[in-house]
């Protein structure tokens, strides 16, 4: 009980995402990839954080990273329309 787990940082990172303080919810979206990593979830919204700290290069790579973790995820369309954007 009590044990924080890859979901809770997900969840805060996407709490925080949320509420516009990229830099907290990037180190959330860490600590779950550093639990779990090959979390793909974790990458995408880690990678929507990225582009909001203006960090092209290493959103492009999570977007990516999400994508090959998960080409069929729910979130796959948007991820492939974000790199086609961030060219």
Do not use: H, M, W
Request: hydrophobic share 40%; aromatic share 8%.
């Amino acid at each position: 009980a009590g044990q924080v787990t890859d979901t809770s940082y997900l969840n805060l990172g996407i709490l925080l995402y949320n509420k516009k303080q990229p830099a907290a919810a990037e180190e959330a979206f860490g600590k779950a990839l550093e639990l779990t990593p090959d979390l793909s979830d974790a990458f995408y919204y880690r990678g929507l954080t990225r582009i909001q700290l203006k960090r092209t290069a290493e959103a492009k790579a999570d977007l990516k990273r999400y994508l090959e973790l998960a080409p069929d995820g729910s979130d796959a369309d948007t991820a492939k329309e974000l790199l086609k954007s961030l060219q």
